[in-house]
T-cell receptor, first 115, second 114 residues
C-alpha cells in the first residue's frame, strides 16, 4: 500500500518568502507529526495532530511556523518570512494507534533551502 | 533531563562483532518502545518494536526492555558495514486526553569497520 508522501521533495526559496510543505499520511492513520532535521542533527519535534483533538504545537520554534490538518488527513506546514536558519529537511510521520500504542511511519521529507 | 536519552556516539565496532545501542527514558507512563534506523540523507525506518519486559529477537536484531530501570537497548549481532547508520530510540508516552505521543532520542551513530 501507499506510504506517507510529501511534496515538494526539494524547495529552494529566497529569504523572506513564504513556503508550504504538504504531507499525505497513510490512509486511516489518526496521528500525524512534523519534524525538522538540520544537517547532521537529530529530529526536532514541531507539531502533533491526533484525531480531532487540538494539536500539540509545543515544538513550533516561532510564530512564523504554522500547520493545519484538513479533514483528519492531509497536512500543510507553512513557514512565513523564511530565514536561512529554516534550511533543513522537514519530515512528516503518520501513525496508527494499536493495542500497544502508536507506530510511526515516515515520509521521504522535503529538503528546504533558504538562500 | 531529556525524556529520551541516547549516547550520540559514534560507536565503532568491527565487522562481525555485536553492536550494543542503549537508550534511557524518563519516569513517565510509557507503553511501547521502538528502534529506528536512519541512513545518511534518508528518512528513519522502523526496525524493531517492543512492548513488554525482556528480549525480542528479529533476525540479527534483539531489543531488550527493562521498565524498572527505564532502559531499552538494541543488539545487532554479526554487524555488517551496511548496518552503519544512526539508530534512533523512540518511546510512546501517555499524554493528556488519554493519547500517546512518540518522543525520539537524538540517535546514536554506529560505524561498522570492515
Amino acid at each position: 500500500g501507499a506510504g506517507v508522501s510529501q511534496s515538494p521533495s526539494n524547495k529552494v526559496t529566497e529569504k523572506g518568502k513564504d513556503v508550504e510543505l504538504r504531507c499525505d499520511p497513510i490512509s486511516g492513520h489518526t496521528a500525524l507529526y512534523w519534524y525538522r532535521q538540520r544537517l547532521g542533527q537529530g529530529l526536532e519535534f514541531l507539531i502533533y495532530f491526533q484525531g480531532n483533538s487540538a494539536p500539540d504545537k509545543s515544538g513550533l520554534p516561532s510564530d512564523r511556523f504554522s500547520a493545519e490538518r484538513t479533514g483528519g488527513s492531509v497536512s500543510t506546514l507553512t513557514i512565513q518570512r523564511t530565514q536561512q536558519e529554516d534550511s533543513a529537511v522537514y519530515l512528516c510521520a503518520s501513525s496508527f494507534t494499536g493495542t500497544s500504542g502508536e507506530t510511526q511511519y515516515f515520509g521521504p521529507g522535503t529538503r528546504l533551502l533558504v538562500l | 533531563q531529556k525524556e529520551v536519552e541516547q549516547n550520540s556516539g559514534p560507536l565503532s565496532v568491527p565487522e562481525g562483532a555485536i553492536a550494543s545501542l542503549n537508550c534511557t527514558y524518563s519516569d513517565r507512563v510509557s507503553q511501547s518502545f521502538f528502534w529506528y534506523r536512519q541512513y545518511s540523507g534518508k528518512s528513519p525506518e522502523l526496525i524493531m518494536s517492543i512492548y513488554s519486559n525482556g528480549d525480542k529477537e528479529d533476525g540479527r536484531f534483539t531489543a531488550q526492555l527493562n521498565k524498572a530501570s527505564q532502559y531499552v537497548s538494541l543488539l545487532i549481532r554479526d554487524s555488517q558495514p551496511s548496518d552503519s547508520a544512526t539508530y534512533l530510540c523512540a518511546v510512546n508516552f501517555l499524554v493528556s486526553g488519554g493519547y500517546q505521543k512518540v518522543t525520539f532520542g537524538t540517535g546514536t551513530k554506529l560505524q561498522v569497520i570492515p
